[in-house]
């Protein structure tokens, strides 16, 4: 009877381990995936051209319109590099870095930095392009402040768009299709479990970015080449 006991305390400790490491963040897989296919199904409305490219403003202003709640909103915006629009599939592995942006409050932030490939994540930290902001939204379940990703704002100069980019709606100067905050930059994304940066580890990825962000952006080959870096020293 005692052995009895003890091999369903077992089974009960095993179960209790399988359901919670089966969530991630609170979902499970299988939720993980079905969010990925929603958005991914809206692919059409978000770029009704097909192009995508660095359409990171228009995923990030696609999701808001959706009205998730907070949950969601986090893991709809780790589906898309911020940098190339390109969707992220959350089955893949190694699909972020953990990077360092400068903050519009004068700053240095570390966080992680969901991506396609490491090289976005290079054009992420390349001459202070793209910096960070607090952000506030309102969500179905309040409201949310959390560290976006910003850039000027291209549709000032919209003729100079790079001609492989035309998923901006530009409109009396400013991009209709995406959310600027109060400095007016245009957001791009979000960086995840962000804290300030003090002696981070980032060595991995700096030692990779070296010889990319010493490349003169015209003459920048893999990731985006030099298309996303053009838009944004716009």
């Known amino acids: 009877m005692k052995y009895m006991k003890d091999y369903l305390l077992i089974l009960l400790v095993l179960f209790l381990i399988y359901i919670f490491c089966d969530k991630v963040e609170g979902f499970t897989q299988e939720e993980i995936n079905e969010l990925y296919e929603n958005l991914m199904n809206d692919f059409s409305k978000i770029f009704p051209s097909g192009n995508r490219n660095a359409g990171g403003p ?34 893949r592995e190694g699909i972020s870095d ?72 530009c409109e009396n100067n400013k991009t209709q299709n995406g959310i600027h905050t109060d400095s007016g930059r245009l957001i791009i994304g979000i960086l995840h479990d962000v804290e300030e940066y003090t002696t981070q580890d980032i060595d991995d990825i700096k030692s990779l970015c070296e010889s990319r962000n010493s490349t003169p952006i015209d003459e920048l080959r893999g990731g985006m080449g030099d298309i996303s870096l053009k838009l944004y020293s716009l």
């Open 58 to 91: 228009q995923f990030y202003h696609h999701i808001v319109s959706l009205n998730p709640n907070r949950e969601e909103f986090i893991k709809y915006n780790t589906f898309y590099c911020a940098v190339s629009g390109s969707p992220i599939d959350p089955k």
């Open 98 to 169: 953990n990077i360092i942006v400068n903050g519009l409050d004068g700053k240095t932030y570390y966080g992680k930095y969901y991506r396609c490939c490491w090289p976005c994540s290079c054009d992420i930290m390349r001459d202070n392009l793209v910096r960070v902001e607090d952000f506030t939204i309102s969500l179905k379940d309040g409201y949310y402040t959390h560290k976006v990703l910003t850039i000027n704002e291209p549709c000032l100069n919209s003729d100079r768009i790079p001609s492989e980019i035309n998923c901006f709606k």
